[in-house]
């Protein structure tokens, strides 16, 4: 079971906005930075968003993130097909363990 | 800037593997690396963390007296090594690092993966 909690799917229509939550607690979110990686089958994770909201070089704008107490969430925006995977957050826990979300498959219906 | 892993293979309940993670394009001295996996089917996994200059370890619980990660700095290199296997071990292994340029994004927050290399635990 993980330590974070993400829904286990997400979908919607090309240009809509899907948005993923990540909730954890007091010693994992709430007191360290979230980021987001995305998985295409296959495939290595890819960083989408590191220290809650920055994007790498090469991230699309259209992919955001937030945090808010020990909650977090990725959004994306302008939904595209080569969007589908899985989307994982994770965060440094402060009893010294990286910890993950279960993943969250995206569909582009 | 490139991670390439080696070293998996299929094993025996008990038996070990050493893993391999050989860095170019990036200064592997600068930066803290991570090992992750991958169960066939599952979610990802953090299985251990090494700081810049070795003197910082962390480990999973779930491999914590059995795995030992380490690095050669002048060969830019990451090493995994694994003793008492079990099949619950049986993963897709991905070495990882800042070392793309981000800053400040925590210990888990790394922008470089290597293409993973397949461990299979199985009598």
């Known amino acids: 079971q993980s330590v974070l909690t993400q829904p286990p799917s997400a979908s919607g229509t090309p240009g809509q906005t899907v948005t993923i939550s990540c909730s954890g607690s007091n010693s994992n979110i709430g007191s360290n930075t979230v980021n987001w990686y995305q998985q295409l089958p296959g495939t290595a994770p890819k960083l989408l968003i590191y220290?809650?909201?920055q994007r790498p070089s090469g991230v699309p704008e259209r992919f955001s993130g937030s945090k808010s107490g020990t909650s977090a969430s990725l959004a994306i925006s302008g939904l595209q097909s080569e969007d589908e995977a899985h989307y994982y957050c994770?965060?440094?826990?402060?009893?010294?363990?990286?910890?993950f979300g279960s993943g969250t498959k995206v569909t582009v219906l | 800037v490139q991670l390439l892993e080696s070293g998996g293979g299929l094993v025996r309940p008990g038996e070990s593997l050493r893993l391999s993670c050989a860095a170019s394009?990036?200064?592997?001295?600068?930066?803290?690396m991570n090992w992750f996996r991958q169960a066939p089917g599952k979610g990802l996994e953090w299985v251990a963390y090494?700081?810049?200059?070795?003197?910082?370890?962390y480990y999973a619980d779930s491999v914590r007296g059995r795995f030992t990660v380490s690095r050669d700095n002048a060969r830019k290199s990451l090493f995994l090594q694994m003793n008492a296997l079990r099949a619950e071990d049986t993963a897709v292994f991905y070495c990882a690092s800042a070392g793309g340029g981000i800053e400040a994004a925590g210990p888990v927050g790394v922008d470089v993966w290597g293409q993973g290399t397949t461990v299979t635990v199985s009598s």
């Open positions: 090494i700081s810049n200059g070795g003197n910082t370890i």
């Open positions: 994770a965060a440094w826990d402060d009893s010294l363990r990286g910890v």
């Open positions: 394009g990036f200064s592997f001295s600068d930066y803290y």
């Open positions: 220290r809650n909201n």
